[in-house]
């Protein structure tokens, strides 16, 4: 079964630093989705993708925040500069597409970064 | 905008009592999706059940059931005969122009 996967799973850096987080998803779904979800809270949308595509950013993506999908498979997420109020766990999911409508998301077990 | 409202932070249930964990929704879209996802200690999201809002019926998807009222824009995920690994976070979620909108959770532990 190849669900959603994400590497690392794990990551400590330290503030300023960049890091870049990656997501397979789901090989015959064609939108993915990156979620950041703080301690507490339930996850809140940054981003998503149709194909290559980048549709969709919130305006939680700050400019230090990029994310690309190149070939419309997987995709990285790329944080710059890092402050300690990116400490979260990063969530990143998959949907099919039926009719042009997404229905459930099947999520990745997630990056939780730490920035001391 | 869209809000989904979760007012239980936290429950406790006997093992085997049904329990209603609840959720209210807000939007303006005509059209909307409802979903409800848990979350274990170990964290990763499980995709529960959805409602349509043009669904006539609410869903079903095994021990899971949605009450879904309409008017009073609730979705309500009601777990019957609960287990021990019905512990865990559980999230209700509405489809937006991109992304999923989250409510802040109900943290579920079920008592033997």
């Known amino acids: 079964d190849t669900g959603v996967s994400q590497n690392p799973r794990h990551k400590i850096t330290k503030r300023g630093q960049n890091v870049t987080f990656r997501c397979d998803p789901i090989?015959?779904?064609?939108?993915l989705y990156w979620y950041r979800q703080t301690l507490g809270q339930g996850p809140e949308f940054l981003t998503y993708?149709?194909?290559?595509?980048?549709?969709?950013k919130s305006r939680l993506l700050s400019d230090r925040f990029s994310a690309e999908r190149p070939k419309g498979s997987f995709s990285t997420l790329e944080i710059q500069r890092t402050e300690q109020g990116d400490s979260a766990m990063y969530l990143c999911?998959?949907?099919?597409?039926?009719?042009?409508?997404?229905?459930?998301?099947?999520f990745g077990p997630g990056t939780r970064l730490t920035v001391t | 905008a869209q809000k989904i409202t979760q007012t239980q932070p936290g429950m406790f249930v006997q093992e085997k009592e049904a329990v209603t964990l609840d959720c209210t929704y807000d939007?303006?879209?005509?059209?909307?999706?409802l979903f409800w996802y848990k979350q274990p200690s170990s964290g990763e999201m499980i995709f529960l059940i959805y409602?349509?809002?043009?669904?006539?019926q609410n869903a079903t998807e095994g021990r899971y059931s949605l009450n879904f009222q309409k008017a009073r824009k609730s979705a309500n995920l009601v777990i019957s005969a609960s287990q021990l690994g019905d512990s865990a976070m559980y999230f209700c979620?509405?489809?937006?122009?991109?992304?999923?909108?989250f409510g802040k959770g109900t943290h579920l532990i079920i008592q033997p």
């Open positions: 409602q349509g809002s043009y669904d006539e």
């Open positions: 999911a998959s949907s099919p597409t039926s009719g042009g409508e997404s229905y459930e998301q099947y």
């Open positions: 090989s015959e779904h064609n939108r």
């Open positions: 939007t303006s879209d005509q059209s909307y999706g």
């Open positions: 993708f149709q194909n290559e595509a980048q549709l969709e």
């Open positions: 979620a509405m489809r937006g122009i991109g992304g999923l909108t």
